[in-house]
C-alpha cells in the first residue's frame, strides 16, 4: 500500500524567508503524481503544486518550488519569500496514474506559521 | 460558478439522527470522492465512484452510504449518527486517468 509521511508537524518561518517542508512516500508504481495541498483555517482545500513522476523537471508555482527526488521517494515543497498568507496546513499526497485504485493518498500534513 | 459544491456547509445534529450531504461538480469529471478529515486533521478517503459505479470503498461503517444519481452528483447519507462521526467531509472529483483531484469546501458535521 502507498503511504506518504510527513516527520515534521510544525514548522515555523520568518516574513519573506524561505522555508523547506518535507514528504517522503512509498510506492512501487513507476508513474505517479505528486501533489502539495494548503489548508488555511477556513478547511478549504488548495492546490498549490503538482508534479508528474515522469518528469524529471522540478515543477514551480511562483513563490513555490518542489525537489522531487524520485529514486529517493522524496518530495519537498519550498516556500520563497513566505508571506503572512502562507501560514496554514500543507498536505503531501500521492495518486497513482492509472488503475481503479487511483485515489489521493494524504500525510498527516504539517502546520506552518510565519512570523512577522 | 462553483467547481465542486457541497451543501450544507455546516451541520450540528443529535446523536441517533440521520443526516446527508450533497455534492455536485461541474468539471466534466467521470470520479468522484468522499473524504474525512478527522480532530487531528488526517484526511482519509471513504468512498469513490466512476461514472456512477463504486470502485473504492475504504471499510468505511455501512451506515453511510453513498448515492450517485449521475456521474456530476454523488450525496452521503449517514444514518443513526454517533459522536465519532463528527468531522469535516469533504467531496472532490477528478479525471479516472488524470491527474488533479478537486475538492468542494468542506461540510462540518458535529454530532451532540
Known amino acids: 500500500a502507498q503511504t506518504v509521511t510527513q516527520s515534521q508537524p510544525e514548522m515555523s518561518v520568518q516574513e519573506a524567508e524561505t522555508v523547506t517542508l518535507s514528504c517522503t512516500y512509498d510506492?512501487?508504481?513507476?508513474?505517479?503524481?505528486l501533489f502539495w495541498y494548503k489548508q488555511p483555517p477556513s478547511r478549504q482545500m488548495i492546490l498549490v503544486i503538482r508534479?508528474?513522476?515522469?518528469?524529471?523537471q522540478n515543477a514551480t508555482e511562483n513563490r513555490f518550488s518542489v525537489n522531487f527526488q524520485k529514486a529517493a521517494l522524496s518530495f519537498s515543497l519550498k516556500i520563497s519569500d513566505s508571506q503572512l498568507g502562507d501560514a496554514a496546513m500543507y498536505f503531501c499526497?500521492?495518486?497513482?496514474?492509472?488503475?481503479?485504485?487511483?485515489?489521493?493518498?494524504f500525510g498527516k500534513g504539517i502546520t506552518l506559521s510565519v512570523r512577522p | 460558478d462553483t467547481a465542486v459544491s457541497q451543501t450544507p456547509k455546516y451541520l450540528v445534529t443529535q446523536m441517533g439522527n440521520d443526516k446527508s450531504i450533497k455534492c455536485e461538480q461541474n468539471?466534466?469529471?467521470?470520479?468522484m470522492y468522499w473524504y474525512k478529515q478527522d480532530s487531528k486533521k488526517f484526511l482519509k478517503i471513504m468512498f469513490s465512484?466512476?461514472?456512477?459505479?463504486?470502485?473504492i470503498n475504504e471499510t468505511v461503517p455501512n451506515r453511510f452510504s453513498p448515492k450517485s444519481p449521475d456521474k456530476a452528483h454523488l450525496n452521503l447519507h449517514i444514518n443513526s449518527l454517533e459522536l465519532g462521526d463528527s468531522a469535516v467531509y469533504f467531496c472532490?472529483?477528478?479525471?479516472?486517468?488524470?491527474?488533479?483531484?478537486?475538492f468542494g469546501e468542506g461540510s462540518w458535521l458535529t454530532v451532540v
Open positions: 472532490a472529483s477528478g479525471l479516472f486517468s488524470g491527474n488533479t483531484i478537486y
Open positions: 510506492t512501487s508504481e513507476s508513474d505517479y503524481y
Open positions: 508534479q508528474e513522476a515522469y518528469k524529471q
Open positions: 499526497a500521492y495518486r497513482p496514474a492509472t488503475g481503479a485504485n487511483s485515489k489521493l493518498t
Open positions: 468539471l466534466g469529471h467521470d470520479t
Open positions: 465512484y466512476n461514472n456512477k459505479e463504486l470502485i
